[in-house]
């Protein structure tokens, strides 16, 4: 194996400089007919702002400053040193003067730009007065920021920061820089990757609704760097708490201030064991606190280590066991234990009643109970997760009507629990959603009372839910909520006419009798589309969403409830969709509403007619 040093060009025409270190394992069981590695042949180089999202096998490695360097060139140097597979940039740190490379942080944050930062002589009004040394305007296009808790979060505007450089001992270094990482978008998705940390939900009084309440998983998606120690980061990353947005509706069981032992490398052994070792703070808790400690080991840590994890032993100072926990005692913890099972998927049949896709080759037919019978014509449906009871919207959007899923369709269907005053259709009730705590949301659009509501049980007295982030004249369209019940997907129309996706995390207090729910700082969940038409929870942190860009047609695509693209496969084109469902349980196919009827996504293979005659499908929630 050899590694080849050389210089390109990039997209710029800027000289780029790394080495690339191509390590091909396990080619018995990856390349049929593989026998040995080549000895001969030239080794070319690889540039890194090209690599494909998972290309794990490549390695990047960066080349030191050489004599003589400009200081554009140094600046490059040092941005190109950045992209590398090493885990402190000890390499990058040689661009810097002994001083800057000591306090330099380069995990204090990330900025993503849409392409490589330009690095280009600052220009005179950004140079400082009597300037003594050299300045370089590092820019682009920002995209995201990750924060020091590798939070993702999209952003939009222009990158611009100097670096200033100094002569020592006769070459340019730079002295001064802001803290932190700049990395184009194609390096960011390279070097980094996407994964759930896990939490416990705060459901305030709802807690005891359900059983374990307490005990309820949330996904907190941060990310982490591919290659470096990644079992190791990703159980720090966990210890240092949840993200700011979630942290109001979410709480850890590791007591403040627990940390990793010092000099610890953690890895999954041949048996599946995860040994970690916590400091003094971590190793204060007691049993049952340890056990929850454990299993949110257990479950961040899985997507990331390269053995499947079987148990979690957590242990203190001088390695005095805290407390263990195997994959089938944490079973109670697991994350989307109230999506419910999904047996079946519903929809609106041609004769406006609800109907359910039972199972594979039998045609579909209406739902016991009065919703299936045709009482009413239905325009929408919703199911509770554990397909109970149903909640319909009638065909006028009216009246919104909750029934037994199980019984006889004489059963009189009654009086609708909600009814919208609004004059118009379009004005009028959304379709509805359920939580795993078995409450039922719906938003009223009706333009002199819009309203977001929640009706406990789906039976009780709806509740307004407030939503202070919403401006005058913005409205709900649609909504989502998530089976944990503490994330809320609103489909907003602002003033304009154009429809955004807003992800709100859901504040849960007061008591059982008095209680106070409110949606709480939306942020935008696909920022590049400027018109989404329909979205739906496909996991723990992902959504998949129907909209389009600026001038482009409608696209389905997969995103991160951080507002990241998902690295979850292309989903194949479907035009005029309406609608889409999917299911937090990942391994139900994708449904979509479209111009020709609703159609299926098997795994692996393209869209596929489920009927012609129907609309609004819904998984349960």
């Known amino acids: 194996m050899r590694a080849a040093e050389g210089r390109t060009k990039t997209r710029g025409g800027a000289l780029r400089r790394q080495r690339a270190l191509v390590v091909l394992a396990a080619c018995g069981t990856l390349l049929a007919g593989c ?8 080794v070319k180089h690889v540039s890194s702002s090209h690599h494909a999202d998972g290309d794990s096998q490549v390695r990047v490695y960066s080349v030191s400053p050489q004599k003589g360097e400009a200081p554009t060139q140094i600046v490059r140097g040092f941005l190109e040193a950045t992209t590398s597979d090493e885990a402190t940039f000890p390499t990058a740190r040689e661009y810097l003067t002994r001083s800057l490379a000591r306090r330099w942080d380069p995990f204090a944050s990330t900025t993503v730009l849409s392409e490589g930062p330009s690095a280009v002589k600052a220009p005179r009004r950004l140079r400082p007065a009597n300037e003594d040394g050299y300045s370089v305007e590092v820019s682009g296009a920002r995209m995201a920021d990750v924060d020091s808790k590798h939070a993702y979060s999209p952003s939009k505007g222009d990158y611009s920061e100097i ?69 190791t980061r990703t159980v720090s990353a966990l210890l240092q708490g949840p993200s700011g947005w979630i942290d109001p509706v979410v709480n850890s069981a590791f007591p403040r201030g627990t940390r990793l032992a010092r000099g610890q490398h953690l890895s999954v052994d041949d048996s599946g064991v995860l040994r970690v070792r916590l400091n003094a703070r971590g190793a204060t808790a007691g049993g049952k606190q340890c056990m929850r400690m454990a299993a949110q080991v257990l479950y961040t840590v899985q997507d990331q280590a390269s053995a499947k994890v079987g148990k979690v032993e957590l242990v203190g100072p001088k390695d005095r066991q805290l407390c263990a926990q195997t994959r089938e005692q944490a079973a109670v913890y697991q994350p989307g234990r109230l999506n419910g099972s999904a047996k079946n998927a519903y929809f609106v049949d041609e004769d406006h009643r609800v109907a ?26 919703a199911v509770n997760r554990i397909e109970s009871e149903g909640a319909a919207v009638s065909r006028g959007r009216r009246g919104l009507y909750v029934a037994s899923l199980e019984g006889s369709a004489a059963t009189t269907l009654g009086e609708p629990v909600l009814t919208s005053k609004a004059k118009n259709e379009n004005d009028r009730l959304t379709a509805p959603s359920w939580d795993g705590l078995g409450d039922l949301w719906v938003a009223d659009r009706d333009p002199d009372n819009t309203r977001l509501l929640r009706l406990r049980s789906g039976k009780e007295r709806p509740d307004e839910v407030r939503v202070p982030d919403l401006d005058k004249g913005e409205r709900i369209e649609s909504l989502r909520i998530s089976s944990d019940g503490v994330r809320i997907a609103l489909r907003v129309r602002a003033r304009d006419g154009h429809t955004s996706l807003q992800l709100g995390r859901v504040v849960r207090e007061g008591t059982l009798k008095k209680p106070r729910v409110t949606v709480e700082q939306l942020r935008p969940v696909a920022p590049q589309l400027v018109d989404v038409s329909a979205a739906s929870w496909a996991g723990g942190s992902r959504l998949v969403v129907v909209g389009r860009e600026s001038g482009s047609v409608q696209q389905l695509q997969y995103m991160e409830t951080d507002g990241s693209v998902s690295d979850q496969p292309t989903l194949p084109g479907i035009t005029d969709v309406t609608g889409v469902a999917a299911s937090e349980d990942e391994s139900k196919p994708l449904l979509a509403d479209s111009e020709d009827g609703i159609v299926r996504l098997p795994p692996d293979a393209n869209w596929k007619m489920l009927t012609e005659n129907g609309s609004a499908p819904a998984y349960p929630g």
């Open 35 to 42: 026998a040995s590695m080549p000895d001969g042949g030239n």
């Open 163 to 231: 670096f200033h450089l100094t002569k020592v001992d006769g070459e340019w270094r730079i002295d001064e820089m802001p803290d932190g990482l700049v990395l184009g978008e194609s390096d960011f998705q390279r070097i980094y990757r996407p994964i759930n940390t896990y939490y416990y939900a705060q459901l305030g009084p709802d807690a005891e609704s359900i059983t374990d309440g307490q005990n309820v998983l949330v996904a907190d998606p941060v990310y982490l760097r591919r290659r470096i120690d990644p079992v």
């Open 356 to 381: 359910a896709f039972l199972r594979k080759n039998e045609p579909p037919r209406p739902v016991e109970g009065p919703l299936g019978s045709g009482q009413v014509e239905m325009g929408a449906v």
